[in-house]
């Protein structure tokens, strides 16, 4: 059962304007979803992409991809120790990532990991024998050096831990995101 924003008469205004009772509030992907043929047959389409990648990158470069992980197609994924990507179930890659698993100036080879239910921002990099816990969240853009604890939101360059003991579900999403405030989360 979907709830919708309610819309009020305020008494106290002497015009009597109409207000917006937030205990009833519904995220606006809820509210609103994008509609139409065109809409779903793209998204169907690339839902089959990414599964034909994932199952590529797992038969032929033997990576260790969960089935129920997702990521954008323009994530790179570090080809040449391709068996130290692993990615764990329900999570999300964001487009311009980069998950490197060797570094060829001290020739380290190493597994990279991303636990369950992550979710690594756009343009991130997570450099080689890093370990992402389980529920944590890497901000955009960020740098990677060290292990992320679980549940735990990292971000900057180097990465550093902004908040930690978040909750989240599918796909990295916090669970108390609405009710989140700017002063919730404080600066490394």
Not at 99 to 112: E, P, Q, V, W
Not at 153 to 168: D, E
Request: glycine fraction near 10%; proline fraction near 5%.
């Amino acid at each position: 059962m979907r709830t919708e924003q309610a819309r009020v008469v305020r008494e106290d205004s002497p015009t009597g304007a109409e207000g917006t009772d937030w205990s009833v509030y519904v995220p606006v992907a809820v509210r609103e979803p994008k509609r139409g043929i065109m809409r779903a047959v793209w998204l169907a389409v690339r839902r089959q992409l990414i599964e034909t990648r994932r199952r590529y990158l797992v038969k032929v470069w033997r990576m260790n991809i969960d089935p129920t992980a997702h990521f954008s197609l323009r994530v790179e994924f570090d080809r040449t120790h391709p068996s130290g990507v692993h990615i764990g179930a329900e999570s999300y890659v964001a487009f311009g990532a980069v998950i490197l698993t060797h570094d060829m100036t001290r020739g380290l080879y190493a597994d990279t990991r991303i636990g369950k239910r992550c979710f690594i921002g756009a343009h991130s990099i997570l450099m080689p024998g890093v370990t992402i816990g389980d529920g944590s969240i890497v901000g955009a853009g960020s740098v990677v050096t060290r292990d992320v604890p679980s549940a735990s939101i990292v971000a900057g360059n180097p990465a550093r831990v902004v908040r930690s003991g978040i909750r989240t579900y599918r796909f990295g999403c916090l669970w108390d995101w609405e009710t989140m405030t700017p002063n919730s989360i404080r600066d490394p």
